[in-house]
Nanobody, 128 residues
Framework: QVQLVESGGGLVQAGGSLRLSCAVSGRTFSTYTMGWFRQAQGKEREFVVAISWSGSTYYADSVKGRFTISRDNAKNTVYLQMNSLKPEDTAVYYC??????????????????????WGKGTQVTVSS
């Protein structure tokens, strides 16, 4: 069973930075497409960013230029560096994994039902 554990969330002032981590169990992490989603209170879960096994990335317009996704296949970990944070970035951030190694195009991974495994989330709160 693949498990995902997020960490690194917290409270930060607007304009600040946080780095989220997602540790993934499983021997084939290097072939997974990984994604980050977020869900603000009272709102639907929304796509943030995805990264393929080869490092191709796709960002939501709302975070482009501020957030950076990366992965370390040796550590079975994916990271989300979040800079210039805004109060509207406040949400629970979830890490997700698609175990199919075939890259299906960027738009495919913006949908939460494309992913096979999910973490429990980490809270990010940005104060104004």
């Amino acid at each position: 069973q693949v498990q995902l554990v997020e960490s690194g969330g917290g409270l930060v002032q607007a304009g600040g930075s946080l780095r989220l981590s997602c540790a993934v169990s499983g021997r084939t992490f290097s072939t997974y497409t990984m994604g980050w989603f977020r869900q603000a209170q009272g709102k639907e879960r929304e796509f943030v960013v995805a990264i393929s096994w080869s490092g191709s990335t796709y960002y939501a317009d709302s975070v482009k230029g501020r957030f950076t996704i990366s992965r370390d296949n040796a550590k079975n970990t994916v990271y989300l560096q979040m800079n210039s944070l805004k109060p509207e970035d406040t949400a629970v951030y979830y890490c997700a994994a698609d175990q199919d190694s075939h890259w299906r195009g960027s738009y495919y991974y913006t949908k939460s039902d494309r992913y096979d495994y999910w973490g429990k989330g980490t809270q990010v709160t940005v104060s104004s």
